[in-house]
């Protein structure tokens, strides 16, 4: 909402397991990158899958149709602008003609090249579960800021019952942990390691990725994979400067909305109070009763339990 923040939403994981693989790419490398969906794109980005986010409309005047529809058009341009298909016409040319640089920088010119055609002042990307590639961000981007968003692994685990692709992500990190594998880790960190791109295919196909998307998970299963997750990503926050990271609660944002963006505001960079921003931002969250809550009690045990580390370290109570 903000009239001078480019709100770039879930771009990296619109790449999904590709993002980082590639160190450095030329232009016709990033171009396909940000255009050919694989077979996991494909299962996991689509309006059944993401009811919310998924913002590509299927009409008889899109350019696209589910079998080619590019990750870059997933979210991120639709978010920026109703002309997104335009807009990512315009984007070929210029994508495709750069020499060979590091995969950050190339990104980084893409945001870059969109806040200044879309005249913003600075460009923010967020993207749910960004916390399990942090190392590569700190890598690729070691002056930025780093805004932790969190919440009760407990209504996280409960929304995630319903969030398919996230439920996805949890049943492989079941099933990876068991051979001794985490891909919230190196070297096996999702989006960085060549493994799972190499057998994408395979997995969609063979593996039944299909089916394990759409069957749910109980809630102690996704509480325990955000416990973890909440635990490996506060390791990796760790060493980023006082001045560069700032944590946000969500339970303090619905309470204190104006203090709260305002302080994210006044983080993010001088110059961005704006008083109508505020006024229209503050209005939206709302509070809602916790849904673990209603669960029976040996539910809700079972699910603090699961949750119980990550919760520590975020300071709730259990």
Not at 161 to 166: A, D, G, I, K
Not at 184 to 189: A, D, G, N
Not at 303 to 317: I, K, P, Q, T
Request: contains cysteine; charged residues 25%.
């Amino acid at each position: 909402m903000h009239p001078d923040i480019l709100s770039i939403s879930e771009f990296f994981m619109s790449l999904a397991s590709r993002a980082f693989v590639k160190k450095a790419l030329d232009g016709e490398e990033l171009w396909k990158l940000l255009t050919v969906a694989h077979a996991g794109e494909k299962l996991v980005f689509n309006p059944e899958a993401l009811v919310d986010e998924f913002l590509y409309p299927y009409n008889e005047n899109s350019a696209f149709n589910r079998d080619n529809l590019p990750p870059l058009l997933f979210v991120t341009l639709p978010h920026l602008t109703d002309d997104h298909d335009a807009l990512f016409f315009e984007l070929e040319p210029i994508l495709r003609a750069r020499p060979k640089a590091p995969v950050g920088e190339q990104f980084a010119f893409l945001f870059n090249w969109l806040r200044v055609r879309l005249n913003k002042k600075m460009w923010v990307e967020r993207s749910g579960a960004s916390l399990t590639f942090l190392p590569v961000l700190k890598d690729i981007y070691p002056d930025a800021r780093f805004v932790h968003v969190y919440r009760d692994g407990r209504d996280v685990a409960m929304s995630t019952v319903n969030h398919s692709p996230t439920r996805l992500y949890a049943h492989a990190w079941k099933t990876a942990k068991r051979v001794g594998i985490n891909p919230l880790k190196r070297p096996f960190l999702l989006a960085e390691t060549p493994i799972v791109p190499m057998f994408e295919w395979a997995a969609v196909k063979l593996m039944g990725l299909e089916k394990k998307l759409n069957t749910p998970l109980p809630p102690q299963e996704t509480g325990a994979f955000w416990s973890d997750m909440v635990k490996i990503g506060l390791q990796n926050l760790a060493d980023i400067p006082e001045e560069r990271l700032m944590s946000l609660r969500y339970e303090d944002l619905v309470v204190n909305p104006q203090s709260e963006l305002s302080r994210l505001i006044s983080f993010m960079g001088p110059g961005l109070e704006d008083d109508a921003w505020m006024a229209e931002a503050s209005a939206l969250p709302r509070y809602r009763e916790p849904a673990w809550k209603q669960l029976p009690e040996t539910e809700q045990a079972a699910l603090n339990a699961a949750c119980a580390e990550g919760l520590e370290l975020l300071g709730y109570d259990i």
